[in-house]
């Protein structure tokens, strides 16, 4: 049911070969209230929140505008997008392909999901940008 929503956009900044430097940047809009599933990747990877926020990372912290976190590979890790949706870099270093591999959610997370769906997926199909997209072509 997430799946089939519209609640997240993601670009492809920056991809580079290793005789280039080996860095990829990602930017990545989750709508407001978009509940991640806990997963890991193959990579290390680094975010750095540039508008909105993150509630709940791993549990209990609240990331805002300027938070940077670290999730070395094979940690897994989830938020939700705070009620303005959320904003994110992602950067990974040397990888040619990144693997997303989800793991076991923390008891009550699918339905917390299942909830953001049906709250939410109307206002989710209106947004088809996130706020710094939205600036630029305004």
């Given at each position: 049911?997430?799946a089939?929503?519209?609640?997240?956009?993601?670009?492809?900044?920056?991809?580079?070969?290793a005789?280039?430097?080996?860095?990829?940047?990602?930017?990545?809009?989750?709508?407001?209230?978009f509940?991640?599933f806990?997963?890991?990747?193959?990579?290390?990877?680094?975010?750095?929140?540039?508008?909105g926020?993150?509630?709940?990372f791993?549990?209990?912290?609240?990331?805002?505008?300027?938070?940077?976190?670290?999730?070395?590979?094979?940690?897994?890790?989830?938020?939700t997008?705070?009620?303005e949706?959320?904003?994110?870099?992602?950067?990974?270093?040397?990888?040619?392909?990144?693997?997303?591999?989800y793991?076991?959610?923390r008891?009550?997370?699918?339905?917390?999901?299942q909830e953001?769906?049906?709250v939410?997926?109307?206002a989710?199909?209106?947004i088809?940008?996130?706020?710094?997209?939205?600036?630029?072509t305004?």
């Amino acid at each position: 049911m997430l799946a089939g929503t519209d609640c997240s956009i993601n670009r492809l900044l920056v991809h580079q070969t290793a005789d280039e430097g080996g860095m990829s940047i990602v930017y990545l809009f989750f709508k407001p209230n978009f509940p991640l599933f806990r997963h890991k990747h193959d990579v290390d990877s680094l975010y750095v929140v540039i508008s909105g926020s993150v509630v709940g990372f791993m549990g209990d912290e609240t990331l805002r505008p300027g938070d940077c976190f670290a999730v070395p590979a094979g940690t897994p890790y989830y938020y939700t997008a705070g009620p303005e949706g959320v904003e994110v870099l992602e950067m990974f270093r040397d990888a040619e392909t990144v693997t997303v591999i989800y793991t076991d959610n923390r008891d009550g997370r699918l339905e917390e999901a299942q909830e953001a769906v049906r709250v939410n997926a109307d206002a989710w199909k209106k947004i088809t940008a996130g706020p710094l997209y939205r600036a630029n072509t305004e």
